[in-house]
């Protein structure tokens, strides 16, 4: 199973690009859910990740509400009242601003994670170590449905902040833009707080797939993208007021 590459100047050309890709160079691959996928590894290098147009509609399952509820959980928080009810294992924003630490009696230390990049990449630019995971291993080895995102890393490059993103499972058609435009606006959340612009954005996915049942559209917007009619989904972010 050969990887694929992706060099885009922007998010829409460059979630469109991987999608054409693994179609055309995955393979057919079993899964834990009863069903194929056409997958294969990816790495995704946006350019410039805040250049407009910025949104592909292809790319937003349930459209822009959908979109802005998914930044308001990963941005904000909206939903880690979820994980401390025990109705959801984790969110994103708590287990990057929430990280659950070290136990000490019946209290769990928690660690902001951004805090900590923050701190570090104030210090020091160049550092290797400004990074932000999610995996807990006591929680996550016992989970059905543990986190797909599993590491950011950050660094200031030439005066800019850039971000690479490390996913070991990644549904390309219906998550993976989505994702990528919420990372981003995370990217850019660390950047106002470093006072410094915002960089190329790395998108690494172990599993970069579609599912079965996902087969018929994707067929239907590969078709689109051979005869150019895919670039009518592209908008820009601004005039829809998200991000």
């Given at each position: 199973?050969?990887?694929?590459?992706?060099?885009?100047?922007?998010?829409?050309?460059?979630?469109?690009?991987s999608?054409?890709?693994?179609?055309?160079?995955?393979?057919?691959i079993?899964?834990?859910?009863?069903?194929?996928?056409?997958?294969?590894?990816a790495?995704?290098?946006?350019?410039?990740?805040?250049?407009?147009?910025?949104?592909?509609?292809?790319?937003?399952?349930g459209?822009?509400?959908?979109?802005?509820?998914?930044l308001s959980?990963v941005?904000d928080?909206?939903?880690?009242?979820?994980?401390?009810?025990?109705?959801?294992?984790?969110?994103?924003?708590?287990?990057?601003?929430k990280?659950?630490?070290l136990?000490?009696?019946?209290?769990?230390?928690?660690?902001?994670?951004?805090?900590y990049?923050?701190?570090?990449?104030?210090?020091?630019?160049?550092?290797?170590?400004?990074?932000?995971?999610?995996?807990?291993?006591?929680?996550d080895?016992?989970?059905e449905?543990?986190?797909?995102?599993?590491?950011?890393w950050?660094?200031i490059?030439?005066?800019k902040?850039?971000?690479?993103?490390h996913?070991r499972?990644?549904?390309a058609?219906?998550?993976a833009?989505?994702?990528?435009?919420?990372?981003?606006e995370?990217q850019r959340?660390?950047?106002?707080?470093?006072?410094?612009?915002t960089g190329?954005?790395?998108?690494?996915?172990?599993?970069?797939?579609?599912?079965?049942?996902?087969?018929?559209?994707?067929?239907?917007?590969?078709?689109?993208?051979?005869?150019?009619?895919?670039?009518?989904?592209?908008?820009?972010s601004?005039?829809l007021?998200?991000g």
């Amino acid at each position: 199973m050969k990887p694929i590459y992706v060099y885009a100047k922007t998010l829409p050309e460059a979630w469109e690009i991987s999608i054409y890709k693994l179609w055309k160079e995955g393979i057919t691959i079993d899964t834990e859910y009863g069903e194929n996928s056409r997958d294969c590894p990816a790495v995704i290098y946006v350019e410039d990740p805040f250049a407009e147009p910025r949104i592909h509609l292809k790319g937003l399952t349930g459209g822009f509400k959908s979109l802005r509820e998914y930044l308001s959980e990963v941005i904000d928080g909206v939903n880690d009242h979820l994980v401390e009810t025990g109705k959801v294992d984790y969110t994103y924003h708590e287990r990057i601003f929430k990280y659950p630490g070290l136990r000490f009696n019946a209290d769990m230390e928690r660690i902001n994670q951004i805090e900590y990049v923050v701190r570090k990449l104030s210090n020091a630019p160049y550092s290797r170590r400004a990074q932000a995971i999610t995996w807990v291993p006591h929680l996550d080895t016992r989970s059905e449905y543990p986190p797909c995102l599993q590491r950011l890393w950050f660094r200031i490059v030439n005066g800019k902040l850039v971000l690479h993103i490390h996913i070991r499972s990644n549904d390309a058609f219906k998550a993976a833009f989505m994702n990528m435009y919420a990372f981003t606006e995370l990217q850019r959340t660390v950047a106002k707080r470093l006072g410094v612009d915002t960089g190329y954005y790395l998108h690494v996915a172990d599993s970069y797939h579609i599912y079965e049942r996902d087969w018929k559209w994707a067929e239907k917007f590969i078709k689109q993208i051979e005869n150019g009619v895919s670039k009518r989904y592209y908008m820009r972010s601004d005039i829809l007021g998200i991000g």
